[in-house]
């Protein structure tokens, strides 16, 4: 049964922006320590990677915590929440601490599908529940 339905478009330029402003610090409040080592390896590489990178998980995040009903209060953080990929590439959602319990105990599972392309990421989450 579907529990919530997330969607979320990010301008990658306002990302940008936010990111000139605040540099590291905007990075280190949005990803999790294994997403920032990620962003770190793509903005050495090719800095626009890097942003694209920082949006498609900002625009995640969003959707996900639209799709469970809680926007960003509490247990959902920036932090307690990473998309990760599976060994094939497949965007996964990845949860800690009380967020993670919180989900649990619910009975859900998360699916989420991530994009970008030039100026915008997009990403569309589905919450099923189980039973």
Known sequence: MIFGIGTDICDVRRIRA?????GERFVRKVLT?????????RSGRWPERG?????TRFSAKEAFSKAIGLGMRM???WRRC???NAPGGRPVIVLHGELRTWFDAQGLRAHVS????TDFAA?????EKDG
């Open 75 to 77: 247990p959902m953080s």
């Open 51 to 55: 942003l694209r990178y920082l949006a």
């Open 123 to 127: 990403s569309f989450v589905v919450i």
């Open 114 to 117: 991530v994009t970008d392309e």
């Open 82 to 84: 990473e998309i990760a």
């Open 33 to 41: 320590e294994a997403e920032f080592a990620v962003w770190q390896h």
């Open 18 to 22: 936010t990111f000139e402003r605040q």
